[in-house]
């Protein structure tokens, strides 16, 4: 079944809605496969977005990512990689729509909120970034066969 790699941004646990976030995830049907508070560090935050590493705003995401804890899961179940990314809503959230986590908890593009691995490959690398194999739990949800 496919996973992804879904973290809670620092500006989320600040404003208390790591408890709505999971409680979407999970009464949407995903199931949590695994889940940590942690403060990120600066290796971690650069390799992580490793990606943007040459855009103008590489410096500023990593400080931000790295100013206070963040909440990290894997979540599984049928396209949650794309469906996880629909429920966040557009980066920008002047542009998520309502009923979006970021058209509905967030304001500007530099601090929104949530992040979700964009494709299976980045969820591969991002599950295997954030967390050890032993951390991940396998399990059935019994509602699950009604999902
Ligand atoms: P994320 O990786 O955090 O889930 O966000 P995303 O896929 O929706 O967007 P991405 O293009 O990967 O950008 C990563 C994060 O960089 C910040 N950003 N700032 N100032 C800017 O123009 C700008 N563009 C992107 C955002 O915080 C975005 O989430
Ligand atoms: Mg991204």
Redesign the pocket.
């Known amino acids: 079944m496919e996973k992804t790699f879904v973290m809670v941004k620092p500006d989320g646990v600040q404003r208390g809605v790591v408890g709505e976030i999971v409680n979407r995830f999970e009464k949407k049907g995903y199931k949590i496969v695994a889940a940590k508070m942690m403060q990120v560090s600066k290796d971690l935050a650069e390799e992580h977005?490793g990606q943007?590493k040459e855009r103008p705003?590489f410096g500023e995401?990593v400080d931000f990512i790295t100013s206070s804890p963040v909440f990290a899961m894997v979540l599984e179940g049928e396209n949650v990689i794309s469906s996880a990314r629909v429920m966040m809503g557009a980066?920008n959230p002047a542009d998520a729509a309502p009923g979006t986590i970021r058209g509905d908890f967030a304001v500007s593009?530099?601090m929104?909120i949530i992040?979700?691995s964009?494709s299976p490959e980045s969820a591969e690398r991002e599950i295997g970034l954030w967390f050890d194999k032993s951390e991940l739990t396998d399990y059935e949800v019994a509602s699950h066969k009604w999902v």
Do not use: K, S, V, W
């Open positions: 977005y943007h705003f995401l980066t593009i530099g929104n992040h979700g964009d």
